[in-house]
């Protein structure tokens, strides 16, 4: 795996204390008495805390996506009638149809708005051309890329960085359990779509398909928060939507109508999700999401039929199915396996250069960005410029064509749309070139997949549209807009691949056509590493199934070169924000180390006691950033069925819970338990409510800090919890899958005066470059 | 939830000494002493240990999908060299490829042979018919028809019971964790074939999808298992794949292949193993399993471009490409919703309705299989008898239709396929009857599939082969032979949605073909409750994308409705079957059980000490059937850093790995630990191996019944722990997300004197209708 270098500055010993997820600045006497480590360790597991998200730095939490049994949790639980559940299942429901059918309509939109836009541009510099003026088309052209480009990069700089980017890498950190800040925003939904009509209809080589997957994501997020205290609507039904667990599902459904609005493409949507997006899967998810990609295809439909009968301005028949193939036949032979083979051999390897290129160049616009606003936008106006003077001069390099009379095609076509562009040659010759980039990318490539026209683009062209967008795939993909990855390695995989049929010749029975849309297919696993969904797609894109061993052929071969050089893009750029997103398979060093020996190299545990000094909270809460802390009874008053002298381990409470009873001020003037009343004060809604007052804000008396608060209604008194024998690689694993945020080691011995909890992991704790950080030798024996 | 009662006898007190993972017979004084149950309890958990795998009742174990991290593991871990983790990858591929080779292959067989023998028989039938020597024709089909379900249903009682049935409930358990006994044996495969060729052959109501399944898997499993000892081929390079999880991953693609072989839908194999079959899942077997069902279309691909040459006797272009509808472009507007709504809501009333009757159906034959062989094979003999007659017989029924001479089909067709038959009807009239009876299974399908030809069926017609087929799919589905689901509910759904097709007439811009897919598609969603991988076959079967919005809706109406009465068909076998399966999701009243809850309703915990009599070992596993023992360290010899008077959970050690031990008879003279010296004697490779002799055949003289075992290099050190106030619903998810076999129970409280384990929970103990019994209580609080 190749070594890959972060955006954020590591951790230095001055930015410690503002660790979020960690644990324990303070030290526990009893918790370190047992262990003799096996193994040399630095003082401190380096806690890495900043990540890039969108564009912009912050400081990561985790999501709760474990269920909170405290007694609150239980009592509200039992509580609810069978009309509240039924509510709740139905309103699952009805949300999955609403992110359905907001996402299928903002796609309807968005594609309207980029085929008027770009339309209208379009038609104005081709009938420029061939008047002619190609200086005033030059400067229309142009001028008009570079006002659609300022509109799209201000918004993205101003309003809301994290709009900028395809947001899928943060998507599928999110779901994996990392809080990815002002990811899912109204502010950064509006300035997505509308940033992403402007980027697109601005001729940038990007694609409308990584933003959509993060439009359906914030409308997914959103609806589910209209609940919440933040949102002036306040509705009960609502309110049991506002836990992780069950925004974490509408974000699934978001994110798979969002690929499905993209390619019309709801099996793929939903394959996408399974295979790249989601960390967490059920059977139950897979239906809901599924009626999800459902809606959005019905409500696309029916906004394409409104369409055909022309009261949509431009937008005609573009859009939205994009390179519709079904009518070719597709017949090969096992002759046909070799070039189909190098198809996929060269895709793997482009793609790993691909990201590997990208990489770097990520890394050196992320020193611009640093330079401030300003430098982000000159960056996006630079990019733009070199777009527009590349696509508008390049095709005057090209001679006129003469048209073949033998094709059923228009040719030339003088328009928006058409294969063969008349462009600035005389009436009856074409200029191949400009087929490919006087177009919208949608119509470029619409032109290089048509079939049966085997002489219409001459080699020069397509190397030159190759190398062309080979620049441009690496340079825009970074700017301050939104953008997708999808089709900028659809036009680089579809030129290498259209090249390579015309070079094979009469050495293969398959069309050009079929062969650009294997070279799309190809770069795109061998840049993201996806194969079912992938698959899928493709066929929903071109609607012609007897592609499929073909493809399927050259998905894996793809995939298995492209994974012999570098991780996939999405792992690359997710290593490069410095997200901490969790693997689902653990490295083989992990084996030789425990988790004892893992919490040994922290400092100990801060525990609390199950009835605790106000003060005590307090200054536990004040003085740690952590968010969850174990709850240990010990001595009076003892809980019936303890033993003499024996210590209990209660289970863990968190943060927020504690900072919503110091807000309540739910005090006792003795140390007893409350159990009972505590249920009058709170409910698990209450508890659910991330939002008010921080610790460092709430007021309270010298009397108040005197008194006590019992924790063990709010503990989740059912944590899972390891031995401190099991070594890391296992603990990952019951991490991973049960999608925790904490997880308790118990010590393996039973005995007087043993603490009971030997320490907490988090996320962070498991990542493997952190615990190299802290064990630098495992690296070297996990080598071989 | 319908109420589902079990062919197997509840476990009477006699017969509890069988029970074979249950835990402990013994008490163990220390593990007791802290109990006070919240909840009164019935005296023990009953073990439920036998269950139906095919048609004949067997013990049940569990399967170890936990990687047992002992000493012997970690030690063989570590010394594997990077050429041996590069076999091991390499092979697991090879594997993959050899598995969908194998499956394409038998597949292909398998059509050929099914083709060649019902398609002799039909040609000789309609010849016998056409001149008009009906009682010869009569006794030729009935004689034939019998003659091959004998084969096939001898077959199945003597040699391999296991193959009775479709296998699909089976495969599900065994990737659940369950051990399934001579499912997928070299028997139980051969017979699979010749059964299903002889019982498709037969024309019986039942199809070879549901056998593929199995066999695919049974390849899957046998070369898997090629490397084991009962093997004559004993290659080193395979002994890393004798575990279960090497062999469950095997099994899931071989499941995925026998889908893809059975429909030609590669990428609907995938999704029905991962939304049916599969209880686990990971992104790298997706991919693997992918490339098992390419493998396999490129093979059916080969087979059938070799039969298109005339080489494959009557074969022609049956068989595979089941029914190609692709040339029909679908039309359809809103005002079609309605009528596709109804085909879902029929579908999921019928569906559950097939559910039902087909349960208390197969409970009835469970009485007749009872009384031995003989009433088994009359039982298929009798349903066969039935066949025949109805489908002989029925046809005459019908007048004759005069062939429309507007249509482009040959009509009426003589043979032994086409959709006009002429049966008995004079020369340019057909019998619509016969078209859908008198041909093969798949010929009937084709032919109600049909698109184009709205006049071809008479309602009474459709309804004669709706009412028979239902019939028949309720008594044959039991019967001793290799059976699918698939098939027989595709014949009848199809003939309800061409009926309703027939019905709308006008009303509906939809084909009636496309009805009749439609109807199909809604009948199998509201019996097995699948929707993405129905949904896929169908559109690979049809090979028309355009169907998907409407196939989608049918799909989740269908299965909605179909919810709301029972669970699907496949759990219902399962639990008729008495099949350990865990769901996935717990059940809503477990939240308030707590495991030490539940580890009190069993017998205390037998544990064992890390250095232990032989005597004792030998002692503890004939008088218990247990498959997991705690190994707790007290006192002398202490290990390293223990303190005074603790005592130690070193984990878990295995009964199989106790056997082998004995077997070995590597026993201490004294109590000392040989950590090191039992690496020369032992390899992981040894431990794996679960054939040879049972405790019981072990000889042991009375000196080395003296003698001492070190248990810690056998121990699997990490066992997966949790806390005794955790919530059965939390524990019932970590069993099943980490694929557990044995789950520790760990004290809450830490002191002097406590038992470091509290009690073992395995599958049986974590299954609703057992702790249910032990503790009535539960479900009435629950059914709110």
Same mark, same amino acid.
């Given at each position: 795996?190749?070594?890959?270098?972060?955006?954020?500055?590591?951790?230095?010993?001055?930015?410690?204390?503002?660790?979020?997820?960690?644990?324990?600045?303070?030290?526990?006497?009893?918790?370190?008495?047992?262990?003799?480590?096996?193994?040399?360790?630095?003082?401190?597991?380096?806690?890495?805390?900043?990540?890039?998200?969108?564009?912009?730095?912050?400081?990561?939490?985790?999501?709760?996506?474990?269920?909170?049994?405290?007694?609150?949790?239980?009592?509200? #639980?039992?509580?609810?009638?069978?009309?509240?559940?039924?509510?709740? &299942?139905?309103?699952?429901?009805?949300?999955?149809?609403?992110?359905?059918?907001?996402?299928?309509?903002?796609?309807?939109?968005?594609?309207?708005?980029?085929?008027?836009?770009?339309?209208?541009?379009?038609?104005?510099?081709?009938?420029?051309?061939?008047?002619?003026?190609?200086?005033?088309?030059?400067?229309?052209?142009?001028?008009?890329?570079?006002?659609?480009?300022?509109?799209?990069?201000?918004?993205?700089?101003?309003?809301?960085?994290?709009?900028?980017?395809?947001?899928?890498?943060?998507?599928?950190?999110?779901?994996?359990?990392?809080?990815?800040?002002?990811?899912?925003?109204?502010? @950064?939904?509006?300035?997505?779509?509308?940033?992403?009509?402007?980027?697109?209809?601005?001729?940038?080589?990007?694609?409308?398909?990584?933003?959509?997957?993060?439009?359906?994501?914030?409308?997914?997020?959103?609806?589910?928060?209209?609940?919440?205290?933040?949102? #002036?609507?306040?509705?009960?039904?609502?309110?049991?939507?506002?836990?992780?667990?069950?925004?974490?599902?509408?974000?699934?459904?978001?994110?798979?109508?969002?690929?499905?609005?993209?390619?019309?493409?709801?099996?793929?949507?939903?394959?996408?999700?399974?295979?790249?997006?989601?960390?967490?899967?059920?059977?139950?998810?897979? #239906?809901?999401?599924?009626? /999800?990609?459902?809606?959005?295809?019905?409500?696309?439909?029916?906004?394409?039929?409104?369409?055909?009968?022309?009261?949509?301005?431009?937008?005609?028949?573009?859009?939205?199915?994009?390179?519709?193939?079904?009518?070719?036949?597709?017949?090969?032979?096992?002759?046909?396996?070799?070039?189909?083979?190098?198809?996929?051999?060269?895709?793997?390897?482009?793609?790993?250069?691909?990201?590997?290129?990208?990489?770097?160049?990520?890394?050196?616009?992320?020193?611009?960005?640093?330079?401030?606003?300003?430098?982000?936008?000159?960056?996006?106006?630079?990019?733009?410029?070199?777009?527009?003077?590349?696509?508008?001069?390049?095709?005057?390099?090209?001679?006129?064509?003469?048209?073949?009379? @033998?094709?059923?095609?228009?040719?030339?076509?003088?328009?928006?749309?058409?294969?063969?562009?008349?462009?600035?040659?005389?009436?009856?010759?074409?200029?191949?070139?400009?087929?490919?980039?006087?177009?919208?990318?949608?119509?470029?490539?619409?032109?290089?997949?048509?079939?049966?026209?085997?002489?219409?683009?001459?080699?020069?062209?397509?190397?030159?549209?190759?190398?062309?967008?080979?620049?441009?795939?690496?340079?825009?993909?970074?700017?301050?807009?939104?953008?997708?990855?999808?089709?900028?390695?659809?036009?680089?995989?579809?030129?290498?691949?259209?090249?390579?049929?015309?070079?094979?010749?009469?050495?293969?029975?398959?069309?050009?056509?079929?062969?650009?849309?294997?070279?799309?297919?190809?770069?795109?696993?061998?840049?993201?590493?996806?194969?079912? /969904?992938?698959?899928?797609?493709?066929?929903?894109?071109?609607?012609?199934?007897?592609?499929?061993?073909?493809?399927?052929?050259?998905?894996?071969?793809?995939? @298995?070169?492209?994974?012999?050089?570098?991780?996939?893009?999405?792992?690359?750029?997710?290593?490069?924000?410095?997200?901490?997103?969790?693997?689902?398979?653990?490295?083989?060093?992990?084996?030789?180390?425990?988790?004892?020996?893992?919490?040994?190299?922290?400092?100990?545990?801060?525990?609390?006691?199950?009835?605790?000094?106000?003060?005590?909270?307090?200054?536990?809460?004040?003085?740690?950033?952590?968010?969850?802390?174990?709850?240990?009874?010990?001595?009076?008053?003892?809980?019936?069925?303890?033993?003499?002298?024996?210590?209990?381990?209660?289970?863990?409470?968190?943060?927020?819970?504690?900072?919503?009873?110091?807000?309540?001020?739910?005090?006792?003037?003795?140390?007893?338990?409350?159990? #009972?009343?505590?249920?009058?004060?709170?409910?698990?809604?209450?508890?659910?409510?991330?939002?008010?007052?921080?610790?460092?804000?709430?007021?309270? @008396?010298?009397?108040?800090?005197?008194?006590?608060?019992?924790?063990?209604?709010?503990?989740?008194?059912?944590?899972?919890?390891?031995?401190?024998?099991?070594?890391?690689?296992?603990?990952?694993?019951?991490?991973?899958?049960?999608?925790?945020?904490?997880?308790?080691?118990?010590?393996?011995?039973?005995?007087?005066?043993?603490?009971?909890?030997?320490?907490?992991?988090?996320?962070?704790?498991?990542?493997?470059?952190? &615990?190299?950080?802290?064990?630098?030798?495992?690296?070297?024996?996990?080598?071989?």
């Amino acid at each position: 795996m190749e070594e890959t270098s972060k955006l954020i500055p590591e951790p230095t010993t001055a930015a410690a204390d503002l660790e979020v997820d960690g644990e324990e600045d303070e030290q526990d006497p009893e918790s370190h008495s047992l262990h003799q480590p096996l193994l040399k360790r630095t003082p401190t597991l380096t806690t890495h805390h900043l990540a890039m998200v969108g564009a912009k730095i912050s400081h990561i939490e985790s999501l709760d996506y474990e269920i909170n049994e405290n007694d609150l949790f239980k009592h509200d #639980w039992r509580s609810r009638s069978s009309v509240q559940v039924l509510q709740y &299942i139905f309103l699952k429901w009805t949300l999955a149809f609403l992110v359905g059918l907001l996402t299928g309509v903002v796609a309807s939109l968005i594609n309207l708005a980029i085929e008027n836009i770009a339309g209208i541009k379009m038609l104005h510099v081709a009938r420029l051309v061939n008047e002619k003026r190609y200086v005033t088309g030059f400067a229309y052209f142009t001028g008009a890329n570079f006002a659609l480009t300022i509109v799209a990069a201000t918004l993205c700089v101003v309003f809301a960085p994290t709009a900028a980017g395809p947001g899928v890498p943060e998507i599928k950190a999110y779901l994996n359990g990392v809080d990815t800040p002002n990811m899912f925003g109204a502010s @950064t939904l509006i300035v997505k779509i509308i940033g992403s009509i402007g980027a697109v209809s601005a001729g940038l080589d990007l694609g409308k398909e990584g933003p959509l997957v993060h439009i359906g994501a914030c409308l997914a997020s959103l609806l589910g928060q209209v609940g919440s205290d933040n949102y #002036w609507l306040k509705w009960r039904w609502l309110q049991y939507f506002n836990n992780d667990r069950d925004r974490r599902d509408l974000i699934t459904c978001g994110a798979s109508s969002g690929v499905c609005a993209a390619f019309r493409a709801p099996v793929g949507g939903v394959l996408f999700s399974l295979e790249e997006v989601a960390s967490w899967w059920r059977s139950a998810l897979l #239906w809901r999401t599924f009626f /999800s990609t459902a809606v959005v295809v019905v409500v696309l439909r029916g906004f394409m039929e409104y369409c055909d009968s022309g009261k949509c301005g431009l937008f005609g028949k573009g859009g939205l199915i994009l390179f519709d193939v079904s009518s070719v036949s597709v017949t090969y032979h096992a002759s046909d396996l070799l070039p189909v083979a190098l198809i996929g051999i060269i895709g793997g390897v482009l793609g790993s250069l691909y990201n590997h290129l990208l990489h770097k160049i990520l890394r050196l616009y992320n020193l611009i960005n640093e330079k401030g606003r300003m430098a982000k936008l000159l960056l996006s106006l630079g990019v733009s410029l070199f777009t527009s003077i590349c696509l508008y001069l390049l095709p005057f390099l090209a001679p006129c064509t003469p048209c073949d009379p @033998t094709l059923d095609a228009t040719c030339p076509t003088v328009g928006r749309s058409g294969n063969f562009k008349q462009f600035n040659c005389p009436n009856g010759y074409y200029n191949d070139l400009a087929s490919l980039l006087h177009a919208t990318n949608d119509d470029a490539v619409r032109n290089i997949f048509s079939t049966g026209t085997p002489t219409e683009f001459r080699p020069i062209s397509l190397l030159i549209f190759f190398a062309l967008y080979c620049i441009l795939g690496l340079f825009t993909f970074g700017i301050a807009v939104p953008s997708g990855l999808f089709l900028p390695i659809i036009l680089m995989g579809s030129a290498y691949g259209r090249l390579l049929g015309l070079v094979m010749g009469s050495y293969t029975y398959i069309d050009q056509g079929l062969h650009a849309v294997l070279g799309a297919a190809a770069l795109m696993s061998g840049s993201m590493r996806m194969t079912v /969904s992938i698959c899928v797609i493709f066929l929903e894109l071109t609607n012609n199934l007897l592609l499929l061993p073909m493809m399927m052929f050259v998905l894996l071969i793809a995939k @298995t070169v492209g994974d012999a050089f570098n991780p996939s893009i999405y792992e690359i750029i997710l290593e490069l924000k410095g997200l901490p997103f969790l693997e689902a398979n653990p490295e083989p060093w992990m084996r030789n180390l425990t988790v004892g020996e893992l919490a040994a190299a922290k400092p100990g545990v801060v525990s609390l006691r199950g009835i605790e000094k106000v003060a005590r909270v307090v200054e536990v809460l004040k003085s740690t950033k952590h968010n969850g802390f174990p709850v240990v009874d010990q001595g009076v008053p003892s809980p019936v069925g303890m033993p003499e002298g024996a210590t209990e381990l209660h289970g863990v409470v968190l943060r927020s819970h504690l900072v919503a009873v110091l807000r309540k001020k739910w005090f006792l003037q003795e140390r007893r338990t409350g159990e #009972w009343e505590v249920r009058e004060k709170f409910t698990s809604v209450d508890l659910a409510q991330k939002k008010g007052p921080k610790i460092e804000e709430i007021v309270l @008396t010298e009397d108040e800090m005197d008194m006590y608060i019992d924790l063990h209604p709010f503990t989740n008194a059912t944590p899972y919890t390891v031995l401190e024998t099991m070594s890391v690689a296992k603990a990952m694993v019951l991490f991973r899958q049960v999608a925790l945020r904490h997880l308790l080691i118990v010590p393996k011995y039973q005995g007087a005066g043993i603490s009971p909890v030997v320490g907490i992991l988090t996320r962070q704790d498991l990542r493997a470059h952190n &615990i190299l950080g802290a064990f630098p030798h495992l690296e070297k024996k996990g080598e071989k």
